[in-house]
Each structure stands twice: as structure tokens, then as C-alpha cells.
């Protein structure tokens, strides 16, 4: 149960991720985009010269011939990340975009981001950079079961043993009748101590011991093309009260027939 809620996280993240993208981004801005992106890779930066700025323009043309080897073909634009930044100065506030696409096939891929402002025509792309990958960039950041060992698994176990442990101990807190301090075995129990994480894509793995999670583990990523940490931490106070509940029900009958 533990990892079908999990992958459902990861498909939730996605899919929230896209519609970032989307609120961000309005459709004319990745019209205008993706119009620059094939001038890249066809070398006809003078069929978009009225959406970059003029300076931009210029050097882009000096070096168009340069870069085109370096620009994926594929016309399958994949927009992964979209950066808002507003300055303001003198009054005047400018707001920039940066609009990142993952481009390409095989071993040829790029990320390509074009950075743009508004101005009264439109969009402007005022900037643009090309990095290029051998491999999906975002390929570090998909969660898969594909070439995984036994620690991957083993660090699945581990996380829903963790929150079925903590969980199943807040519900029998819940039902322990007369038990001193039950807000605070309640708080104790719901925090895991320590964390243990793991780089789901190369296997790394780390501890922090004065670290907590609550509800005993937590799976996240920085960003779509950063890789999915898998943490897990250990429900001591939890099993603690497991061990003792019995004499902390009896504390409560010798001190009724007192």
C-alpha cells in the first residue's frame, strides 16, 4: 500500500508540475518559444527577428552557424520548468521569464531555455542558452523499478514499516485508556528520529541523526530534473510506547485504587 501511495505522489507531482507550467506560461509566450527554438535548429534566426530584441538578435546571428550543430532536430519540445523573476528600479517593475525545454532523441539531447519580458507587441525573448546532454536530462528524475537492487527495495520496506509502525501506535494511543501525557506520547509517536536518505536514481544514500519526519518517511525532488530522495526515519518513541503501554495503563489502574 505504502508504495502504490507513492508512485500515485509521483504521478501527482507531474502532473503538478504541468500545471504550473501552464499558469506561468500563457500560450503566446511558448508560441513564441518554441518559434525560436526551430530557428535554432534550422538556421533561420531572421524568420523570428521581430520577437528578439534587437541586440539579442544580432549576436544570435553571428553565431547561428556556430551553435546549429550543437541544437538537437526533434520538433518534440518538452517544456519542464517555468522561473518568474520580477525587478523592480526607479519605479518601473520588469518582469523576466525563463522558459525551460528539454529537447532531443537517443544521445542527443538539450536543454534549452529562452528568457523573455513583455513589452508592447508581445513577448520578447531578450536571452536564450543551449546546454547540451548526452542523455534525457530529465532521465535522473523518473521514478523507476528499471536496474533498481535489493537496497531499493529494502528502502521501500523500510519506509512503510516505518509509517505503518507510527501509524498503527497513534491508533492504539488512541484507544489506551488512561494514559498520562497522551498529547505528548501522541506528538512522540508521530515523529520518526533520524533520517536515512536515499538517491533513488544512483543509489547514494546518507543519515542525519538529528533529523525527524513525520509520520516516519517523505519522498521528494528539487526540481523535474533532479533526482527522486527517498527518506525514512525510525519510530523509537513509537515502539518505546509499544513496549511500555501495558505498564502505563497499569500506572493508571494502581492509581485509581489509591
Known amino acids: 500500500m505504502r508504495i502504490i501511495l507513492l508512485v500515485f505522489s509521483l504521478l501527482l507531482a507531474s502532473c503538478s508540475q504541468s500545471s504550473l507550467n501552464d499558469a506561468l506560461a500563457s500560450p503566446q509566450e511558448k508560441s513564441v518559444a518554441t518559434r525560436f527554438i526551430a530557428a535554432l535548429q534550422s538556421g533561420r534566426i531572421d524568420t523570428v527577428k521581430t520577437s528578439l530584441e534587437p541586440l539579442l538578435y544580432g549576436q544570435t546571428l553571428a553565431i547561428q552557424q556556430a551553435i546549429q550543430p550543437a541544437i538537437p532536430k526533434e520538433t518534440n519540445y518538452a517544456l519542464v520548468t517555468v522561473a518568474v523573476q520580477t525587478n523592480s528600479a526607479n519605479g518601473v517593475s520588469k518582469t523576466l521569464k525563463a522558459l525551460n525545454y528539454e529537447v532531443g532523441a537517443g544521445a542527443k539531447w538539450a536543454v534549452i531555455q529562452i528568457v523573455m519580458t513583455e513589452v508592447a507587441g508581445g513577448p520578447q525573448v531578450v536571452g536564450w542558452h543551449a546546454t547540451p546532454f548526452r542523455n ?28 505503518l509502525t507510527i501509524l498503527f501506535t497513534l491508533n492504539v494511543i488512541r484507544r489506551s485508556e488512561g494514559i498520562k501525557r497522551r498529547w505528548l506520547w501522541t506528538l512522540g509517536a508521530a515523529l520518526g528520529l533520524g533520517q536515512f536518505t536515499l538517491n533513488w536514481s544512483t543509489g547514494a544514500w546518507g543519515i542525519r541523526p538529528l533529523g525527524f519526519f513525520l509520520f516516519g518517511s517523505a519522498a521528494f525532488k528539487a526540481s523535474p530534473f533532479d533526482p527522486w530522495m527517498l527518506s525514512f526515519s525510525l519510530p523509537i518513541v513509537a515502539v518505546i510506547f509499544l513496549l511500555r503501554r501495558k505498564a502505563l495503563m497499569a500506572q493508571h489502574d494502581d492509581a485509581s485504587f489509591d
Request: net charge positive; aromatic share 14%; glycine share 10%.
Open 136 to 163: 534525457r536530462p530529465t532521465a535522473s528524475g523518473d521514478f523507476t523499478f528499471a536496474g533498481k537492487g535489493a537496497l531499493h527495495y529494502l528502502w521501500l520496506l523500510a519506509m512503510a514499516l516505518s509509517t
